[in-house]
């Protein structure tokens, strides 16, 4: 060889050394059982080697020292000798501190000249980087294939360039429908114009955006999304895109709507709760000031409604609740407030008033209206209230002030049954005062045995003998003294106490019966009140028997009287009770007879003995010719019925002789006798 062709070697020599020593990627050449013969510094630091002999001397079986899986050496071998090359061939590998990473392999088999294979030589690359990013990526894909909301990817230009199956699930449209289209999701006609520019504003402002919208699905129909938009920023401002995710929230906000009426609405009458008609009352107010007009509370209660909720149940109860406000609702304005306060109590607001008359007018309306029987699973039910009436401004400023007032007429109103509707008057709120002390001590006068029972008698018209006598339950407080039956038997009824008092009147009267009995008092009968309550109770016949078999009184001399009222609300009932009553042998009195609802239909079939003519008829006999005609109008329609008469509240000689001519059998009043306790009633006998 030649000096020239010497230097020429010697420079490709020379070259081949420098690109092998200082190449990036790692250079070797193995035999093909897997040695290492020669190996650049690149692949030593690959490999984790301080330097290229460290590399060869430590790594003398690639396939089991360098591979992770042995038999990725097996399938690099098999490849090599079917194609002689092998192109990116992937492996996980150790390194010289046990730790693990990927490579690539670009490598071919060296042969000699009879074809067998010499050595391999190849490169190799260090991937763990890449393979972890395109492990996120997969990831990532995986999260954009899987999550349950849905997610569009949009370029700056507002293109869609992705979309997820959430988001088709969503809202029904396909990849193929929307990936290459103009991004426009929004359902139309929910948004102010403001609203899309406002959040590409803050997008661009701020990088993000969130909030809900109402989007449409692929057939139109409109749902509540949260919706949020970030800003991925790109290599430049063309490249960016923006990331939306969408969440269907209609459930979340048909149950949130839901929770929120619940906490406002009544549910069974669909009213505003008291909590919501008292904001709406403060709202009133406001507005009245405002205009410089008027605004009445009414406060209204039902009568009977107990009667009802625990003689027929209390789906018939829930049912009356329910009509009650379709007839609240029906006598008032759209604009007027009507709210259930509990209970069997309602509120009216009524605002814009310039008659100070209005609210009066108002509550003689809704009487009207409930006028009318309410028909509850075929029956007739006759439910009217008792109505207290407020005024803005001159019974208060506030929604609870004139509500308080409005009950305190109410109460005025229950007390008086010819006033059904009562105005508030200053002077209620000391009987307001009265009436809490008088509960307190009504709660323990039954204990502390402060009731007794005074008796008025029965006088035959003819003769003027005593026949029998009516119990009267009297309080005798230990500080007041004598609490008239007016100011607490109502009050009793309100606080559940009415059937514990009326057990023991009953009781009580029984005795005192048996006791005259023994002392040979000659009388033929007690009767004793039954208050509705007591009526309407389920377990009324089971008392009245153990109590006549408590105190041996023959059944025959117990008269227990009830009123029209009591027995109108609901007649079928009132007709089983009574036959029942009946069959226990005792008397029935319809009391203030032609003050109520009564209906011949019904009387006939009531089995009664007798009916008392109520005071108001016979106070003005002699002066009325009117009152004459109905008195004899009632004793001529009990004749025919087979009913005995007693004529209440008689006063003078006049009303006696006039009773008597009518035909009219007993009388009871203060001329022949007021009410006594037991001592003065026996000495009545002994009178001349």
Known sequence: MNKVAKNVTADIESQYRSIFENAVEGIYQTTVEGRYLRVNPALAKVYGYDTTDDLIKGLTDIAGQLYVDPTRRDDFKRIMSDDGVVRDFEAQVYRADH??????????????????????????????????????????????????????????SLTIKAVNPAYEAITSFSSGDLVGTKLDILAPGYHEKTFLPSIWEEL???????????????????????????????????????????????????????????????????????????ERLEQAIVHAQRHKTGLAVLYIDLNGFKQVNDGMGHQAGDELLRLVAKRLRASTRLSDVVGRLGGDEFVIGASDLSDPRAGRNLAHKILYNFADPFVINGREIFCLPSIGVAHYPSDGNTADLLVRNADMAMYAAKQNKSRPVVVFEPHMLSVAAERLDIENDLRRALARQEFVLYYQP?????????????????????????????????????????????????????????????????????????????????????????????????????????????????????????????????????????????????????????????????????????????????????????????????????????????????????????????GAFTNLFKTP
Request: charged share 25%; aromatic share 6%; proline share 3%.
């Open 99 to 156: 730790s693990v990473i990927w490579i690539t392999e670009n490598a071919r088999c060296v042969r000699g000249s009879d074809g067998s294979i010499m050595y391999y030589e190849g490169t190799v690359e260090d991937i763990t980087r890449r393979k972890s990013d395109e492990e996120q990526i997969r990831l990532l894909a995986k999260v954009f294939d899987s999550v349950g909301d849905g997610i569009l990817i949009v370029d700056r």
């Open 458 to 678: 029965k006088v035959d018209s003819t003769t003027h003998q005593i026949i029998g006598a009516e119990a009267l339950v009297r309080w005798q407080h230990p500080e007041k003294g004598f609490v008239p039956p007016g100011a607490f038997i109502s009050l009793a009824e309100e606080c559940g106490l009415i059937m514990a008092i009326g057990e023991w009147t009953l009781r009580e009267a029984c005795g005192q019966f048996v006791k005259w009995q023994a002392d040979n008092i000659p009388i033929k009968s007690i009767s004793v009140n039954l208050s509705p309550t007591q009526f309407l109770d389920r377990g009324l016949v089971d008392v009245v028997q153990r109590i006549l078999t408590e105190t041996k009184i023959p059944p025959g001399c117990l008269e227990l009287e009830l009123t029209e009222g009591a027995m109108s609300v609901d007649i079928e009932q009132a007709i089983t009770t009574l036959g029942n009553l009946r069959a226990l042998g005792v008397k029935l009195s319809i009391d203030d007879f032609g003050t109520g609802y009564s209906s011949l239909a019904y009387l006939k079939r009531l089995p009664i003995d007798v009916v008392k003519i109520d005071r108001s008829f016979v106070k003005d006999l002699g002066k009325s010719a009117a009152d004459g005609q109905i008195v004899g109008a009632i004793i001529a329609l009990a004749d025919r019925l087979g009913f005995n008469v007693v004529a209440e509240g008689v006063e003078t000689g006049e009303q006696a002789d006039i009773l008597k001519e009518s035909q009219c059998e007993l009388l009871q009043g203060y001329l022949f006798s007021r009410p006594v306790d037991p």
């Open 204 to 278: 661009n402002a701020r990088g993000h955006w969130s909030g809900e919208a109402t989007c449409r699905r692929l057939n139109g129909a409109p749902f509540i999304a949260a919706l949020s938009l970030v800003a991925v920023d790109g290599s430049d401002d063309a490249s960016g895109h923006f990331v939306i995710t969408c969440s269907d929230i209609s459930f979340r906000k048909r149950q949130e709507q839901r929770i929120r009426h619940q906490a406002n609405y009544d549910l069974l009458t669909q009213l505003p709760n008291r909590w919501l008609a008292t």
